[in-house]
């Protein structure tokens, strides 16, 4: 197929450009018999690689919030205190950025749709000043995650959040990152279980994702790269090892934000039940009407404001996903991951490398990646 050689000769030549050379790309295109699938490994890793894919967990967090919602286990509405009573009564900044010490009531509660949409007041925010005292009282509290999930447990995350004001009204803001975290801490107080057999349950056993988690089996340790994160000047300001034996402990905190291990061939099921609106190979896991809310527009116009610097420029939010003008929907993670799909075009495409992107600006190997897929010039 045209687009899987041009893809496949762009990467080959993209690997080579890279600090820490190793990806593995995959895309699907067409639905049901008539669908075709590829899947490519120029560089340094095997195709199988188990890679972590930092931010891209957002979207599996998301599909399984959804699930939980389909089944009457919440409801999108559903005040977030009635699961985590520490919650109830969040004060708001009164000035954006402002003093800890001056705030206003929150002019309602703050629901599970505020989490998936990126509004639980808390998080990375990219307009703030140096010295920001919210940003400071969050850093110093140890709420916030990366590409690393949280060092806390999810109890005294829950704990210290819930002293810190919101930075803006529910669902008059965007912040990235702890939304999804507070997410974690609903979906165990909602469901009596861990995240990840949240996840196991709801959306990964059902599409075959066996080889997804928070953990790496010690048997497959091998299949597990060097990861590289590359400073600003270039240089290596972090290198995970080949075989990194802290992948055999499961985190204190398994974060709907960040932390899952995968596989290309894994994460194209997920992209493939999206692109089917739903259906997986054997089974239904989302609902058409899910999937709809999951790629709808959350963002207000303040919200995109607020996520300048963080959302691309162009993009919105919907619950778990981020919307480009042209329809198509996915996310990207700090370690050089990559998923997305084009309804329109019936195509949905996984990138997974091991040189992390350092900086939001996305990375070379990543644009020219999409820009292959979408037959652009380079």
């Known amino acids: 197929m045209e687009m899987f050689d041009r893809v496949g000769a762009e990467m080959g030549a993209a690997v080579q450009d890279m600090q820490f050379p190793g990806l593995v790309w995959s895309l699907t295109s067409g639905h049901d018999a008539g669908r075709q699938v590829a899947l490519e490994a120029p560089g340094d890793v095997p195709g199988d690689a188990l890679i972590r894919i930092a931010s891209v967990t957002k979207p599996i967090a998301a599909a399984a919030t959804l699930a939980l919602t389909e089944a009457g286990v919440l409801d999108l509405d559903d005040p977030v205190e009635r699961f985590v009573p520490s919650w109830a009564g969040r004060r708001v900044l009164g000035i954006r950025n402002g003093p800890l010490s001056e705030t206003v009531p929150a002019d309602r509660p703050t629901t599970v749709r505020d989490l998936l949409a990126m509004g639980f007041g808390l ?14 009282a969050t850093s110093a509290a140890g709420l916030y995650s ?45 469901t009596g279980q861990g995240f990840e057999a949240v996840l196991r349950e709801r959306i990964l056993d059902p599409l075959g994702m066996a080889e997804t988690g928070f953990t790496v089996p010690e048997e497959s340790l091998d299949r597990v790269p060097r990861h590289g994160f590359p400073d600003a000047a270039g240089g290596p300001a972090e290198i995970l090892p080949a075989g990194d034996r802290a992948l055999l402990t499961p985190p204190r905190f398994p974060s709907a934000a960040t932390g899952l291990v995968s596989t ?14 739903g259906s997986g190979p054997n089974r239904r896991v989302l609902t058409e009407d899910s999937v709809r809310a999951m790629t709808t527009e959350t963002t207000t116009g303040a919200g995109r404001e607020m996520g300048r610097g963080l959302l691309p420029e162009g993009q919105a939010w919907g619950l778990g996903v981020g919307i480009d003008p042209a329809g198509r ?40 990646f999409w820009r292959a897929v979408q037959s652009l010039p380079t």
């Open 264 to 277: 290309a061939a894994d994460l194209m099921r997920f992209a493939s039940m999206l692109l089917d609106g």
């Open 123 to 136: 998080g990375y925010d990219a307009g703030a000043p140096e010295g920001d005292a919210l940003s400071a």
């Open 329 to 368: 929907f996915g996310w990207d993670g700090g370690t050089g991951s990559s998923l997305w799909v084009d309804p329109a075009a019936g195509v949905a495409g996984v990138l997974l490398t091991t040189e992390g992107m350092g900086s939001p600006e996305p990375p070379a190997y990543l644009q020219r």
């Open 146 to 190: 990366d590409w690393r999930v949280p060092a806390l447990d999810p109890d005294t995350w829950a704990e210290r959040a819930a002293v810190l004001p919101m930075a803006h009204q529910p669902g008059q803001g965007w912040l990235y990152q702890s939304s999804f975290d507070a997410l974690t801490v609903v979906v165990q107080a909602a």
